[in-house]
């Protein structure tokens, strides 16, 4: 089993930025994947940055060039850096897990982004 605690969002003005914090606990030995979700008012959650075990990375093009994804092995803990905020990033993160084997899907609680003009 994997626990997911998301922490780094607040407020910041548009430019800002800001970085997040995914810690996980458990059995982090068979995570092979976490990456970042975002999900605004009304609509569904969507993709932000993944990575793999081997260090891959994956990124929403919305936010290619603004936000890295890295993690930190030692702590058991993947970033989100967020730059160059714009008011549209305004949403809810949740942090993402992925096990194996078997393949398994672990969530966060969110934390609350919200990029002022």
């Known amino acids: 089993q994997v626990q997911l605690v998301e922490s780094g969002g607040g407020l910041v003005q548009a430019g800002g930025s800001l970085r997040l914090s995914c810690a996980a606990s458990?059995?982090?030995?068979?995570?092979?994947?976490m990456g970042w979700y975002c999900q605004a008012p009304g609509k569904q959650r969507e993709l932000v940055a993944t990575?793999?075990?081997?260090?891959?990375?994956n990124y929403a093009d919305s936010v290619k060039g603004r936000f890295t994804i890295s993690r930190d092995n030692a702590k058991n803990t993947v970033y989100l850096q967020m730059n160059s905020l714009k008011p549209e990033d305004t949403a809810v993160y949740y942090c993402?897990?992925?096990?194996?084997?078997?393949?398994?899907?672990?969530w966060g609680q969110g934390t609350q982004v919200t990029v002022s003009s």
């Open positions: 993402n897990a992925n096990t194996r084997f078997p393949k398994n899907e672990y």
């Open positions: 458990g059995s982090i030995y068979r995570i092979y994947a």
């Open positions: 990575i793999t075990s081997g260090g891959s990375t």
